[in-house]
């Protein structure tokens, strides 16, 4: 292995997020055999909120969590913080999938992201949850009008944005890369994930919900209810959601829909006031920029700068095992983006590194469904901390076949298409992201297979 970057010498393989020493402690696993009234496979975002929404619609509802590992394990714990009020993963993207219902779409998205704030401050959640927007940034040339395009499609939907160009943005946050940008204050914000999913957690016991950690479910099986089995022993339910995400799903037809790609990100160390004023960035919101390859970034609570993405990484047969976190290629190409985005913070060090599974689809939104008592809601595309609630609160009206504006979404009935099975699944991905790259490198230009996903609504990517 070469030897890495003195910036990156000293940095950990751990998640900023959770190497934390008022981290809670470990919950118990499972005791043995058990049974509950609705079982939830999953203790990130969504396995949270479904056993959290279950037990407020049904307090009576006896909920029993089950995660494999620890709370958060998963995407919940390691992503950048960005919350989101899309659903449709954009609102370009809704607009193309589902232009009947794309302002339903977006109207939904606006009340899950209200909601998802109103119950942080009702359940006193420190979570640094700050609804500060975000901006977007053009580094290249043909970026400039794509973004002045989303400007105006945000302003058809009632949302403020402002395009600046390159001495504007720069003004905002201050690199030479930027060329021109879009400040979107109404556009989400940012959150601890970390915090926000033991607040979660917290709040789910609170209301009666039984959690145990350390307890994978190996198997279901339909037989006069659900048998979930696990190292453990075996737990029948009523019925079960499935909030496994990137991970592999107990149940073959859920799995087909996913593609887990890894995602690897770095923390920096604090920065001095005086490296803040090289910056400017005064509403220490998160920014993206608009290649295929982009990255995102935004300021940590502590005044670090946590900096993610550019390459998405699939493993042949989607493997997530945590071995996978420690990439050094691509951590070594995050850092020599980040210092020539931001030249004049050369020297500055990273403490922390590390990677993580995102749940992508073909159509780059979730796949919610039920079948015979089993729902599931996965494959968010890097979009899921606030879309998770969502997601959740859908996957329990169609548990129960309740007759909901969100039940009968074409998001939600039409299937998307599933990824194939290996050995064909890896060339596949692997041929797109060389074809994202090249369109990178080629000003936008798309190629013949990327023109051909885009006709038929497939995507491969992060």
């Excluded at 070469?2 to 998640?15: K, M, N, S, T, Y």
């Excluded at 400007?151 to 946050?173: K, T």
């Excluded at 298409?417 to 790259?437: D, G, H, K």
């Amino acid at each position: 292995m070469d030897e890495l970057d003195p910036a990156l010498r000293d940095a950990e393989i751990a998640v900023y997020w959770m190497d934390r020493a008022d981290a809670p402690a470990p919950r118990d696993p499972l005791p043995g055999d058990d049974r509950a009234d609705l079982v939830v496979v999953g203790g990130g975002f969504t396995g949270l909120w479904a056993a959290i929404l279950a037990k407020r619609r049904r307090p009576d509802l006896d909920v029993l969590l089950l995660e494999a590992h620890r709370l958060g394990h998963g995407g919940s714990g390691r992503n950048g913080g960005f919350v989101s009020e899309s659903l449709t993963h954009g609102l370009a993207h809704g607009r193309f999938c589902w232009p009947a219902e794309n302002d339903r779409l977006v109207r939904l998205g606006r009340e899950n992201l209200q909601a998802i704030g109103e119950f942080v401050r009702d359940e006193a959640i420190d979570a640094d949850f700050r609804l500060c927007g975000k901006t977007s940034v053009a580094t290249e040339p043909h970026e400039v009008e794509e973004l002045s395009d989303e400007a105006e499609l945000y302003r058809e939907h009632g949302m403020a944005a402002r395009f600046l160009g390159a001495g504007g943005i720069r003004a905002d946050v201050n690199s030479p890369t930027y060329r021109a940008g879009v400040r979107l204050p109404d556009a989400g914000g940012l959150v601890d994930p970390a915090r926000l999913t033991w607040g979660l957690a917290a709040a789910a016991q609170r209301l009666g919900v039984r959690i145990h950690e350390g307890s994978p479910v190996r198997a279901l099986r339909r037989d006069a209810g659900v048998r979930l089995k696990t190292p453990q022993g075996t737990v029948r339910a009523g019925s079960v959601v499935l909030a496994t995400n990137a991970f592999p799903a107990p149940l073959r037809s859920v799995r087909r829909y996913v593609l887990p790609i890894w995602d690897y990100v770095l923390v920096t160390e604090p920065l001095s006031a005086p490296q803040w004023d090289s910056l400017g960035w005064r509403d220490r919101q998160g920014v993206t920029d608009s290649a295929n390859r982009f990255h995102y970034y935004r300021p940590t609570p502590d005044g670090r700068i946590l900096w993610g993405g550019y390459d998405a990484v699939y493993y042949y047969g989607g493997r997530t095992d945590p071995a996978l976190a420690r990439h050094d290629a691509a951590h070594r190409a995050l850092a020599r983006n980040f210092f020539r985005t931001f030249p004049q913070l050369e020297g500055l060090r990273f403490t922390h590194r590390w990677g993580g599974p995102i749940d992508s689809t073909v159509r780059f939104t979730p796949v919610i469904g039920c079948d015979r008592g089993v729902a599931h809601a996965v494959g968010y595309t890097g979009l899921g901390v606030a879309a998770s609630r969502f997601g959740a609160q859908t996957a329990l009206d169609l548990l129960w076949g309740e007759d909901t504006e969100r039940a009968r979404l074409r998001m939600v009935r039409d299937r998307p298409i599933p990824f194939p099975p290996e050995p064909l699944r890896w060339p596949l991905v692997q041929y797109t992201r060389r074809a994202l790259a090249r369109a990178d490198e080629n000003g936008g230009r798309r190629g013949r297979w990327l023109r051909f996903l885009d006709n038929r609504g497939i995507g491969l990517g992060s």
